[in-house]
């Protein structure tokens, strides 16, 4: 098993520029999770998904967009990107409740805006 | 909306001791889960202990465990025989579960960066 895989690792965007972040599981976890990471900050949910086709604001949803088509897949979209949207990015996903809602993580993508 | 503290910014000790991370949070739920997360160099995000607020039973998991006191809203990291692989970033994280048997998403606190000294 792969796990939580991230695509991709690493971007330089432009300010104004679009791009969506992946994020696939290969675990059947109904929950899916983003989060960003910045310096000297724990991580901060972004959006979320109870299942595939719903989604959730998180606690600092603004400037992203995301989208569950398929269970296994977690698209993150930054429509316009701007400067203080450089971060890192984590996705995770989660077990149900009998196994304590462990959330396991992808490794990151580092987002550079500039 | 639940807040989690930790006072410990940096925390440096020998191998081979024992340290204690601090955590506080804040919240007017009954029905949530604190958990432990380490994060060293490589960035990955890792599970090291997890427990449930209506489980009196502090959680252990080998060299690791917690003093959760819900009344005062403390969980609390307690690392036996420290390792030079401990050393990372260790984060305090608490999930509200819902009436139905969902749960939301973790609110982390800062971090302490747990230093090992050989």
């Known amino acids: 098993n792969a796990g939580v895989t991230q695509t991709p690792k690493f971007r330089v965007l432009k300010t104004g520029q679009s791009m969506t972040l992946l994020c696939a599981q290969d675990m059947n976890h109904e929950y899916m999770y983003w989060y960003r990471q910045d310096p000297g900050m724990g991580l901060r949910l972004i959006h979320y998904?109870?299942?595939?086709?719903?989604?959730a604001k998180g606690e600092v949803p603004d400037g992203y967009n995301v989208s569950r088509l398929k269970k296994q897949n977690f698209l993150l979209g930054l429509e316009s990107a701007a400067p203080s949207q450089t971060s890192v990015y984590f996705c995770a996903s989660s077990r149900p409740r009998t196994s304590g809602y462990e959330q396991y993580f992808g490794p990151g993508t580092r987002l550079t805006v500039t | 909306a639940q807040t989690v503290t930790q006072s410990q910014p940096e925390m440096s000790v020998q191998e081979a001791e024992t340290v204690t991370l601090s955590c506080t949070y804040d919240?007017?739920?009954?029905?949530?889960?604190l958990f432990w997360y380490k994060q060293p160099p490589s960035r990955q995000m890792i599970l090291v202990i997890r427990q449930e607020a209506y489980k009196q039973q502090n959680a252990t998991e080998n060299r690791f465990s917690v003093n959760f006191q819900k009344a005062a809203k403390s969980f609390s990291l307690k690392i036996s025989d420290s390792q030079l692989g401990d050393t990372a970033m260790y984060f305090c994280a608490f999930m509200k579960q819902w009436t139905g048997g969902g749960a939301d998403g973790l609110t982390f606190g800062k971090g302490t960066h747990l230093i090992i000294q050989p």
């Open positions: 919240t007017s739920e009954n029905n949530y889960y």
């Open positions: 998904s109870v299942g595939e086709g719903t989604t």
